[in-house]
């Protein structure tokens, strides 16, 4: 996920819509929850790279985006922002959430509403994603890994060995899954400009072992991606990764959401939401 490293290093990581960036060339994970998007120092560089690379103009909606439905109004006048603290269902550093809390005032004070969306079946949703993923990294790289076992570390051979075991009906079931609840939580979002979702359950996270404190526990930073990050690829959903400002050292990292095929509006916002709150 280009989300995480832009998380831990302050920087914006884009995640288009599935399917709009061409995936010719790049090594696939998952073929049908892979997507190619940039890492860049702003939303706007990101939506230069994004450009560059479909060869098409990533613009909102009547040119202006949602951001400036009210031009006479608040600069968020209009715009509705949903949280879905189920969708993770996991907890986030206290720090974390006391600077979204703090940044959520900041919006409604220039005039965002802000919701919040239900979430049903999220855990077979997180399961379901993590077996889509085993299942097609094994279909891609069981053959390759197996020729030269030697080229890879034993943590890619052990999640090869857990991947090959998943049968194709599980992965039938498993998409099955993901389908009924794209349905559903995408027509939750009719209405709404862009979701809200802590990019990582932490701060950057230590070096030593890649975890990232939660409380009093330490939690591993790319673990956390199966809930915090992973359901924007399940949905189809572009998602774009923001510098959030907590007061401490390390960098922290809010995602905004939008509905499949909104990339440019969802652009559009984010850079406002930097800008206005810069």
């Not at 189920?86 to 409604?108: C, F, K, Q, Y």
Request: aromatic share 6%; with cysteine; hydrophobic share 45%.
């Amino acid at each position: 996920s280009n989300r995480s490293p832009a998380a831990t290093t302050g920087l914006v990581g884009f995640k288009p819509t599935n399917g709009l960036v061409d995936p010719s060339g790049v090594h696939p994970t998952a073929p049908s929850l892979d997507v190619t998007g940039p890492i860049a120092a702003t939303v706007e560089d990101a939506r230069i790279m994004v450009e560059a690379l479909t060869g098409m103009a990533l613009t909102g909606r009547a040119s202006t985006g949602p951001h400036r439905r009210s031009s006479a109004g608040s600069p968020l006048s209009g715009v509705v922002l949903a949280l879905c603290p189920g969708l993770h269902g996991s907890e986030v550093d206290p720090p974390i959430a006391r600077g979204l809390e703090s940044w959520l005032g900041r919006l409604r004070g220039l005039g965002a509403a802000i919701v919040e969306l239900p979430a049903e079946g999220v855990e077979a949703f997180v399961d379901a994603g993590l077996t889509i993923l085993q299942y097609e990294f094994a279909r891609h790289y069981r053959s390759l890994i197996e020729q030269a076992p030697e080229r890879v570390g034993d943590a890619a051979r052990s999640f090869l060995d857990s991947s090959a075991r998943i049968a194709s009906a599980e992965f039938d079931a498993a998409q099955a899954v993901r389908e009924r609840f794209r349905l559903a939580f995408l027509d939750r979002m009719r209405g709404v400009d862009a979701l809200l979702v802590p990019t990582s359950p932490g701060f950057a996270p230590r070096l030593c072992d890649e975890s990232t404190r939660v409380g009093n526990d330490w939690v591993g930073f790319g673990a956390a991606g199966g809930r915090f990050r992973r359901w924007a690829n399940m949905l189809g959903m572009p998602a774009v990764a923001i510098p959030l400002d907590c007061g401490e050292a390390l960098p922290a990292s809010i995602q905004l959401a939008a509905r499949p095929g909104e990339d440019g509006p969802l652009l559009d916002l984010a850079s406002a939401l930097t800008a206005d709150l810069a």
